[in-house]
Nanobody
């Protein structure tokens, strides 16, 4: 079992950058596939990016590909999301999630562990 805590959200102007972090407790972080999801008010929870346990495989939503980069440091039990060229439509609560095993998934139902989320606001 792991616990996840996000940080790094805030207010940024369109075109700017933010780096989100997700710190995990527990000694088996490297056994988990982890992901970033986001949810705007009144909308469904959508996948942003997913990274395999080793970091060797990644998946990105089309809307963020080439602007966002997901990474992880298993020695630090931390996952990151570097967000560049932010757009107003990127504004949402960003949540990190984890699932045991190596399979990548973009379905939030496949993830068992969730953080509380961090708010990202993008002004135009």
């Amino acid at each position: 079992q792991i616990q996840l805590v996000e940080s790094g959200g805030g207010l940024v102007q369109a075109g700017g950058s933010l780096r989100l972090s997700c710190a995990a407790s527990g000694r088996t972080f490297s056994s988990y596939t982890v992901a970033w999801f986001r949810q705007a008010p009144g909308k469904e929870r959508d996948v942003v990016a997913v990274i395999s346990w080793s970091g060797g495989r990644t998946f990105y939503a089309d809307s963020v590909r080439e602007r966002f980069t997901i990474s992880r440091d298993n020695a630090k039990n931390t996952m990151y999301l570097q967000m560049n060229s932010l757009k107003p439509e990127d504004a949402a609560v960003y949540l990190c999630a984890g699932r045991l095993g190596s399979a990548l998934s973009s379905d939030p139902k496949d993830f068992d562990y969730w953080g509380q989320g961090t708010q990202v606001t993008v002004s135009s």
